[in-house]
């Protein structure tokens, strides 16, 4: 054991330069430093066998796949990788097959150990195969800092089967099952086993030529914004009040006996179109219901979405565990985003909840809330009247709601689409009877248990992701998937698809999938007919390049949902997220036109990016709220 930790930190030592200096950050010489590497080498090969690991303790039956090749290593000056070691080989060991742990271990030709990591997502795998690499990042706690190495492959058929190798592992590891059970249960086909390595093929180099840039390709996010601290407006302790109150009742049901015809002057319209002469007035109509409340910190902001069809932006906060309020927002002449007011978040029995999840409804008058405490009901704020008004129950527990098109919440149509685990269907809230969900409008799976996310297409599709990574397609609610897309292993925290239902964009923890839902040869989608069959186009894996994860030094990333720009008249040409403090909009014109998957820009923010999307019929706009600001994220050309 103590060779084994010994050969570790000797190989560790070489790789990190520790205790050598930091001559891996300094700009010497690559020909001293490839003679430094023979000299090393010969070195070694000349010392006692006791002091390295040789290739013959590894159990045979443990190497799950090798590859002989070539280590580098990117110098960040530079901007370069530079040669390491030369003449090494990369293994995959299995340590344990019921726990699916697998290692990714790089030796010399002599048997000494370089390094050996967990295989994971944390490495960041990403192949070039222009140039036969694989490229990847590991964490030096020493220097506190990610190191970005490549592996480059002497032989194509050894590449290809280590790729295979490191899916398989990564899926296993993903999913805690084992690969060869999932295709001899068919969970997964053997002709997929393509589509998922071509997931992370990073082959961009030869085909931004064959792109034409346009004048909207020049705009980046700005770096100028205006930040409005929301702990200034919607205070921690004044939950329990709205700023306009007087049409809610005392026990929080509507007045049954007023007439139905009955028209109130809409106060967050009013709110909304509100001038002020200047400065001063607006700042007294501001300190009038709101001061920061000191010593605060436990509120913070959940959720931005914005209105399609009024000049209104609501952010959901959070002012305590299970307590939250509903801030409203319009934008200025100036584009950039006032505080309007707030109403409480609380159930028709004033009972304080956060939404889980918050979707806009009948053509704006209506907010769908999903409330954790009762994940078998829907609970329906009237926006006029800032309140709950009903409570639709429904008869299993909810994952998602969407609307039945893409944009129908901009119609006045009651019908959503609801997501359980198992089942999907259709809710319609005029049903007469508890349950609202409509019987022939309904499908449930007895093998299916773990869907959490649902999004419609323009003309209707739907999509659906699994906690497994699994992408399915439907026509319709009550049948069947016609595609069934394998996924990479990690859950589907949110889907999306765009307006025409071309592609599907799936959000993971550590990176994002954009899907291509046409069928190859074909004009038809994997939504319609006999679905895709084995014909599935190959996903692109949105992942930072692991250059500008060293840049900005993030060790990990946690992607928030992603979304397409939106509206009437735009066709799709950006994709918005975010992890940490980092703002990444990607240009998915870029990736439909011509597979470019690393073109993106990045803006640091001042915290912790919460939640954005674009603002609809304005793809140069953002919405985004951090913990305790929000703010408009303009885009302006390149200078």
């Known amino acids: 054991m103590s060779s084994w930790l010994t050969a570790i930190a000797k190989g560790a030592a070489y790789l990190y330069g520790g205790g050598g200096g930091a001559e891996d950050d300094e700009d010497e010489d690559d020909t001293n430093n490839?003679?430094?590497?023979?000299?090393?080498?010969?070195?070694?090969?000349?010392?006692?066998?006791?002091?390295?690991?040789?290739?013959?303790?590894?159990?045979?039956?443990?190497?799950?796949?090798?590859?002989?090749?070539?280590?580098?290593?990117?110098?960040?000056?530079?901007?370069?990788?530079?040669?390491?070691?030369?003449?090494?080989?990369?293994?995959?060991?299995?340590?344990?097959?019921?726990?699916?742990?697998?290692?990714?271990?790089?030796?010399?030709?002599?048997?000494?150990?370089?390094?050996?990591?967990?295989?994971?997502?944390?490495?960041?795998?990403?192949?070039?195969?222009?140039?036969?690499?694989?490229?990847?990042?590991?964490?030096?706690?020493?220097?506190?800092?990610?190191?970005?190495?490549?592996?480059?492959?002497?032989?194509?058929?050894?590449?290809?089967?280590?790729?295979?190798?490191?899916?398989?592992k990564l899926y296993e590891t993903n999913r805690q099952e084992s690969f060869d059970k999932l295709l001899k249960t068919?969970?997964?086909?053997?002709?997929?086993?393509?589509?998922?390595?071509?997931?992370?093929?990073?082959?961009?180099?030869?085909?931004?030529?064959?792109?034409?840039?346009?004048?909207?390709d020049l705009y980046e996010l700005c770096d100028d914004v205006n930040m409005l601290d929301v702990s200034?407006?919607?205070?921690?302790?004044?939950?329990?009040?709205?700023?306009?109150?007087?049409?809610?009742?005392?026990?929080?049901?509507d007045d049954e006996e007023k007439s139905a015809t009955e028209e109130k002057p809409n106060k967050w319209e009013q709110a909304a179109s509100k001038a002020y002469d200047d400065d001063d007035e607006l700042q007294a109509h501001?300190?009038?219901?709101?001061?920061?409340?000191?010593?605060?910190?436990?509120?913070?902001?959940?959720?931005?979405?914005?209105?399609?069809?009024?000049?209104?932006?609501?952010?959901?906060?959070?002012?305590?565990?299970?307590?939250?309020?509903?801030?409203?927002?319009?934008?200025?002449d100036e584009n950039e985003l006032e505080y309007q007011g707030k109403i409480a978040i609380t159930d028709r029995d004033k009972k304080h909840f956060t939404p889980s999840k918050v979707m806009q409804h009948q053509s704006d008058r209506?907010?769908?809330?999903?409330?954790?405490?009762?994940?078998?009901?829907?609970?329906v704020m009237n926006l006029d009247k800032g309140k709950v008004v009903e409570e639709w129950q429904i008869d299993r527990e909810l994952q998602d709601i969407v609307p039945l098109t893409k944009h129908d919440d901009m119609t006045d149509n009651p019908m959503v689409y609801g997501l359980a685990n198992n089942a999907m269907f259709q809710i319609d809230a005029r049903i007469?009877?508890?349950?609202?969900?409509?019987?022939?409008?309904?499908?449930?799976?007895?093998?299916?248990?773990?869907?959490?996310?649902?999004?419609?297409?323009?003309?209707?599709?739907?999509?659906?992701?699994?906690?497994?990574?699994?992408?399915?397609?439907?026509?319709?609610?009550?049948?069947?998937?016609k595609t069934c897309l394998p996924g990479l292993?990690?859950?589907?925290?949110?889907?999306?698809?765009?307006?025409?239902?071309?592609?599907?964009?799936?959000?993971?923890?550590?990176?994002?999938?954009?899907?291509?839902t046409q069928v190859p040869g074909t004009q038809r989608t994997g939504f319609e007919g006999r679905g895709m069959g084995t014909l599935k186009p190959h996903p692109y894996v949105l992942r930072l390049k692991v250059s500008d994860m060293a840049k900005y030094k993030l060790r990990k990333v946690s992607f928030t949902p992603a979304h397409f720009d939106q509206g009437k008249s735009i066709d799709e040409h950006w994709i918005i997220t975010?992890?940490?403090?980092?703002?990444?909009?990607?240009?998915?014109?870029?990736?439909?036109?011509s597979g470019i998957v690393n073109s993106y820009s990045i803006r640091r923010a001042k915290s912790t990016v919460v939640h954005n999307e674009f603002r609809f019929n304005h793809n140069d706009d953002l919405l985004v709220t951090e913990a305790n600001s929000v703010y408009a994220q303009h885009s302006a050309a390149k200078k």
């Not at 200034?232 to 049901?253: L, P, T």
Request: proline share 2%; aromatic share 10%.
């Open 578 to 593: 975010s992890t940490g403090p980092y703002i990444i909009k990607w240009n998915f014109n870029k990736l439909k036109k």
């Open 186 to 216: 068919k969970d997964v086909q053997k002709e997929e086993q393509s589509w998922m390595t071509d997931a992370y093929r990073m082959d961009v180099d030869e085909q931004q030529d064959a792109y034409e840039e346009t004048d909207k």
């Open 432 to 481: 007469p009877k508890e349950n609202k969900v409509i019987d022939s409008k309904q499908k449930s799976y007895k093998s299916i248990h773990n869907m959490r996310s649902m999004a419609t297409s323009g003309n209707g599709f739907i999509a659906t992701g699994a906690e497994d990574g699994k992408i399915r397609l439907y026509d319709c609610v009550e049948k069947k998937a």
């Open 286 to 332: 501001i300190d009038g219901f709101a001061e920061r409340k000191k010593g605060g910190g436990a509120a913070h902001n959940r959720h931005i979405t914005g209105s399609k069809l009024f000049n209104r932006t609501y952010v959901v906060r959070e002012m305590k565990p299970g307590a939250a309020a509903l801030g409203y927002f319009h934008h200025n």
């Open 34 to 168: 490839a003679q430094v590497d023979q000299q090393q080498e010969q070195k070694e090969n000349n010392t006692s066998r006791n002091a390295v690991v040789n290739a013959q303790q590894y159990d045979p039956r443990s190497v799950y796949a090798s590859a002989k090749g070539d280590l580098y290593k990117f110098n960040p000056k530079r901007e370069e990788f530079k040669v390491l070691v030369n003449h090494v080989e990369a293994l995959i060991i299995e340590h344990d097959s019921d726990d699916f742990v697998a290692s990714f271990q790089i030796i010399r030709k002599n048997g000494q150990l370089l390094f050996s990591e967990t295989i994971s997502n944390e490495l960041q795998i990403q192949y070039n195969k222009s140039n036969h690499s694989m490229v990847f990042a590991m964490y030096n706690e020493e220097k506190d800092r990610l190191e970005i190495l490549s592996f480059i492959f002497n032989e194509e058929s050894e590449e290809e089967a280590f790729k295979m190798a490191v899916a398989i």
């Open 232 to 253: 200034q407006y919607v205070r921690d302790d004044d939950g329990d009040n709205n700023d306009d109150d007087d049409d809610a009742d005392d026990n929080g049901h």
């Open 366 to 379: 209506s907010l769908l809330l999903l409330d954790a405490r009762h994940p078998e009901q829907i609970s």
């Open 489 to 516: 292993g990690n859950e589907v925290k949110h889907i999306e698809i765009s307006d025409d239902g071309q592609w599907i964009l799936a959000t993971c923890t550590d990176y994002i999938m954009a899907v291509p």
